[in-house]
């Protein structure tokens, strides 16, 4: 069993749109397709819909995502995209009603979180303070950088994360992107916050000490972000995903493209140990669906 935590899919139902759209078509039905030939069972489909990269995948939001995650309810479920500033950019905005409406409609989960505000600002807290009333997950892309950029902004080592975590001990944070997983590293540099920094892991960088530290804290292992984190160093790597083997959810994050070959290269890395006896059967599918129900489905197992 497989499930993927991180897709998107290209929504292009009106060929108005396809005219000027510029990246390559990634549908349902060609997600679909990857799933089957990577023998993925499920996927999550986070929409995008912040104002920030709203153009990437063909502004496929939360209703156009519901949508095609309804035609296949065995294959796809719905993450809903609330950003912090909805509800007339305050932080008094009651975003407890719009989640009820999305849970209603089958959305398990908020993301992909792509406003480019700091973590901290009260309209983030705002959201985290709802996102636990309501026990929706949040998904994180995170930022090393403020503007001409999306993703939630944070200090290097993530500071504002951990005041958040300490803060909102009941809201779920799942964390993603390259200002995130390079923190797998002491020496992560800021300059260094948009890339995948390929030298050995020398000394344990903030991820673990966060993991470790906060309960409510998760990561989401996709893109080439994930990828790297893992493979720069192998064996500080399989170290990782041993010891967080319960924190660690298995995701592709493709953009865009199926020809990337993104999610068949994260689908053999995880084979690869397994096959070797780098990782146990029981990390694998821990990390693979086990994690997920646990934390995102709610099932006690
Ligand atoms: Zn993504």
Not at 38 to 51: A, T, W
Not at 111 to 120: D, F, K, L, Q, S
Not at 163 to 191: N, R, V
């Given at each position: ?40 069972d499920k996927s999550v489909i986070l929409p995008i819909s912040n104002p920030e990269n709203v153009d990437i995948y063909g502004v496929t939001g939360n209703l156009e995502t519901i949508e095609e995650c309804r035609k ?5 479920i719905p993450f809903c995209n609330i950003d912090p500033r909805s509800g007339l950019n305050t932080p008094k905005a009651n975003l407890s009603d719009l989640m009820k409406i999305y849970k209603d409609l089958g959305c ?194």
């Amino acid at each position: 069993m497989k499930i993927d935590i991180h897709t998107h899919i290209t929504y292009l139902k009106f060929p108005e749109f396809r005219k000027y759209f510029k990246y390559e078509d990634f549908t349902a039905k060609t997600l679909l397709e990857c799933m089957d030939e990577e023998g993925i069972d499920k996927s999550v489909i986070l929409p995008i819909s912040n104002p920030e990269n709203v153009d990437i995948y063909g502004v496929t939001g939360n209703l156009e995502t519901i949508e095609e995650c309804r035609k296949h309810p065995d294959r796809f479920i719905p993450f809903c995209n609330i950003d912090p500033r909805s509800g007339l950019n305050t932080p008094k905005a009651n975003l407890s009603d719009l989640m009820k409406i999305y849970k209603d409609l089958g959305c398990r989960g908020i993301g992909e979180i792509c406003a480019n505000i700091p973590i901290t600002d009260k309209r983030y807290k705002n959201l985290f303070y709802h996102a636990a009333l309501e026990k929706m997950p949040l998904l994180f892309h995170f930022s090393g950088k403020r503007f001409g950029t999306y993703g939630a902004y944070d200090h290097l080592h993530l500071p504002g994360l951990e005041e958040c975590l300490k803060e909102f001990p009941e809201t779920i944070f799942i964390g993603h992107s390259a200002a995130f997983w390079g923190e797998m590293a002491a020496d992560f540099k800021y300059k260094e916050r948009d890339g995948y920094p390929k030298t050995p892991v020398k000394k344990k960088g903030r991820l673990w000490e966060l993991l470790d530290k906060y309960p409510n804290l998760y990561a989401d292992l996709s893109a080439g972000s994930g990828w790297n984190a893992i493979t720069r160093d192998i064996e500080n790597g399989v170290a990782f995903l041993t010891r967080f083997q319960k924190k660690i959810m298995f995701g592709t994050d493709r953009f865009g493209s199926r020809k990337d070959g993104l999610g068949k290269k994260i689908i053999s890395m995880y084979d690869t140990l397994l096959q070797d006896g780098k990782i146990t059967k029981d990390v694998y599918d821990n990390i693979t669906y086990k994690n997920f129900n646990r934390v995102i489905m709610g099932e006690s197992k």
